[in-house]
């Protein structure tokens, strides 16, 4: 059974502050990716990645970055948060086509 | 890049009857096309998918139907329970490929007893 993780369910930073999501995923898959979902606008697509150290901007990549060290781990940093990154936010993984999500952190930002 | 739009944003439906919901993609190299249902609190889940190979598919109360043509595909739930109320996402992959997916909007399924 395909098990993401997320480093934490809920989460509050102030604005400036550098924010690290982390998320694990023990399948071995090769493909990782991180999504916001806010209400009336579904699933937006931040970063992805195929493989270890390699990282390709999603749709709306503007105020974060990622990063893969390791197959498993895949995490995405708010340099400097702002009120307006306040979200829940999805991480996901797959090997081919179906993608497994984790369970989301909401983040606020204040 | 895809451009997938979902149809309608709500739906409210007593238990017994059928639910619709329609998407729409740009891409016409989109080959695969999944549907994730997300409950409350919940992560997504695949719930169906089809490839376009196939016009249908079904899996017990759903089934999803697809138009290459008109670019439009749709989920089909019958005979509503209380436990289908979730939020449903349709996607396709902005190429003929299937890493990435272009989720739409969400539908928010609300079966009443």
């Known amino acids: 059974d395909v098990k993401v993780t997320q480093s934490s369910r809920y989460l509050v930073k102030r604005t400036g502050e550098k924010v690290f999501l982390e998320c694990v995923q023990d399948?071995?898959?090769?493909?990782m990716f991180w999504y916001r979902q806010d209400p009336g606008l579904g699933l937006r697509l931040i970063y992805f990645?195929?493989?270890?150290?390699?990282?390709e901007k999603g749709d709306i990549p503007e105020g974060y970055s990622v990063s893969r060290e390791k197959k498993e781990r895949f995490s995405l940093i708010l340099e400097s948060a702002s009120t307006n990154q306040t979200s829940m936010y999805l991480c996901?993984?797959?090997?081919?086509?179906?993608?497994?999500f984790g369970p989301g952190t909401r983040l606020t930002v204040t | 890049g895809e451009n997938v739009e979902q149809h309608p944003s709500t739906l409210s439906v007593q238990e017994g009857d059928s639910a619709v919901i329609k998407c729409t993609y740009s891409?016409?190299?989109?080959?695969?096309f999944p549907w994730y249902k997300q409950e409350l609190g919940k992560r997504p889940q695949l719930i169906i998918d089809?490839?376009?190979?196939?016009g249908e598919k079904k899996d017990q109360r759903i089934a999803v139907t697809l138009n290459k043509t008109a670019k439009h595909f749709s989920l089909h739930i019958t005979e509503t329970q209380p436990e289908d109320s979730a939020v449903y996402f349709c996607?396709?992959?902005?190429?003929?490929?299937?890493?990435?997916?272009?989720f739409g909007k969400g539908t928010m399924l609300l079966v009443s007893p």
């Open positions: 990645s195929y493989d270890v150290k390699m990282k």
């Open positions: 996901a993984s797959s090997e081919v086509a179906e993608q497994y």
């Open positions: 891409d016409s190299a989109s080959n695969y």
């Open positions: 399948m071995d898959h090769e493909n």
């Open positions: 996607a396709a992959p902005p190429n003929s490929g299937y890493s990435t997916l272009t």
């Open positions: 089809i490839r376009s190979n196939v």
